[in-house]
C-alpha cells in the first residue's frame, strides 16, 4: 500500500492549494479516504473525510465553506481544494486511507500560509 501526497508549498494568506493523494496497493473504491493535519506542537487533526462513492463528506469546523474534499475512483486519487487560506491552517498535511479494517498513511506534504 502507498499513499502519495504532493501540491503542498507556501502560500499567502487568503491564497489557495490543491493536495493530492495518489493512492495504490489496494481497491480504492472500497476504502474511506479522509486527510488530516499536525501543527508544531499540536496533535494530529481529522481536516476532512470522504466516504467510497464520494457522496458523503465530512469537516473540520473550521475549515468548512473553504476547503473541499473530492474523489476520483478511476485515477485513485483523492484531493482536497483549499481556499482562502490562512495561516493557522499552516500543518503537516497527511492523507489516510482505512481498507478492510486497516489503517495507512501518508507521508505527508508541508502547507505554510505567511506573507
Known amino acids: 500500500v502507498q499513499l502519495v501526497e504532493s501540491g503542498g508549498g507556501l502560500v499567502q494568506p487568503g491564497g489557495s492549494l490543491r493536495l493530492s493523494c495518489a493512492a495504490s496497493?489496494?481497491?480504492?473504491?472500497?476504502?474511506?479516504m479522509s486527510w488530516y493535519r499536525q501543527a508544531p506542537g499540536k496533535e494530529r487533526e481529522l481536516v476532512a473525510i470522504?466516504?467510497?462513492?464520494?457522496?458523503?463528506?465530512n469537516y473540520l469546523d473550521s475549515v468548512k465553506g473553504r476547503f473541499t474534499i473530492s474523489r476520483d475512483n478511476y485515477k485513485n486519487t483523492v484531493y482536497l481544494q483549499m481556499n482562502s487560506l490562512k495561516p493557522g491552517d499552516t500543518a503537516v498535511y497527511y492523507c489516510?486511507?482505512?481498507?478492510?479494517?486497516?489503517?495507512?498513511w501518508g507521508q505527508g506534504t508541508q502547507v505554510t500560509v505567511s506573507s
Open positions: 489516510r486511507a482505512v481498507y478492510g479494517g486497516d489503517v495507512y
Open positions: 496497493g489496494f481497491t480504492f473504491n472500497g476504502a474511506g
Open positions: 470522504i466516504s467510497r462513492s464520494g457522496d458523503v463528506t
